[in-house]
């Protein structure tokens, strides 16, 4: 398997349609979505990173270094995404992916695809197929190179907010990622309802692993 790289948990969205607080630490069965989505990205992650603001005392039990955004305001994931690369360029890494707090499905060869799917591109978003839209790009899930960190905070300082424009300007590509036994690879926990749909794909996943 290739070198292992880096990730940054992007914790740091306001959780406006789950009534706010950290929608990352409610429970998904015996566990909380922040656990899950550590335990999915720890074996393909060199090092891991939690970008979350606010007092960062309420994750020690996570045992994960915690990185606020560095920007000013609610901008956005690619806030989380740009403290994320600081916090890697200062353990000597290349690139870094980015995995949401809120999605606990996401594939467990996530990394080893993005890295090897991206070619000669410099960062790569990972894409779904929508059944009324089509191919998606989830920009939550990306890879990272740490040498654009530089203008991706001089782009954010402009007031940049849309993640495809930035890695469309610095010619990113896609990774799609098929739906597998009829599962979103990307299912994301935005609502009390998604929440009660993710609890039940929860307990079927553990159903069908034992």
């Known amino acids: 398997m290739a070198e292992k790289i880096p990730g940054v948990i992007l914790a740091g969205g306001l959780s406006s349609r789950m009534g706010g607080g950290d929608k990352c630490l409610l429970s998904l069965g015996a566990e909380t979505l922040l656990q899950q989505v550590i335990a999915r990205l720890r074996p393909q992650a060199s090092a891991m990173v939690l970008n979350a603001n606010g007092d960062a005392s309420r994750f020690a039990d996570y045992g994960l270094p915690v990185v606020a955004d560095g920007i000013e305001g609610y901008a956005g994931p690619l806030a989380g995404v740009l403290a994320g690369l600081d916090w890697a360029a200062?353990?000597?890494a290349d690139h870094?992916?980015?995995v949401a707090a809120d999605t606990p499905f996401f594939p467990t060869d996530l990394v080893q695809r993005l890295n090897t799917g991206r070619g000669?591109?410099?960062l790569a978003l990972a894409a779904s197929i929508d059944p009324k839209r089509g191919q998606v790009r989830q920009p939550t899930f990306g890879l990272w190179p740490v040498a654009l960190r530089d203008d991706l905070r001089a782009?954010?300082?402009?007031g940049l907010r849309k993640v495809v424009?930035?890695?469309d300007k610095h010619g990113g590509t896609e990774v799609l990622f098929e739906t597998e036994n009829g599962q979103?690879?990307?299912?994301n926990v935005n609502t009390p309802e998604d929440l009660a749909i993710a609890r039940q794909m929860a307990t079927a996943e553990l159903g069908a692993d034992q």
């Open 90 to 92: 200062a353990q000597g």
């Open 96 to 98: 870094i992916v980015s």
């Open 120 to 122: 000669r591109a410099p």
């Open 155 to 158: 782009a954010l300082q402009d």
């Open 165 to 167: 424009i930035w890695t």
């Open 184 to 187: 979103e690879p990307f299912f």
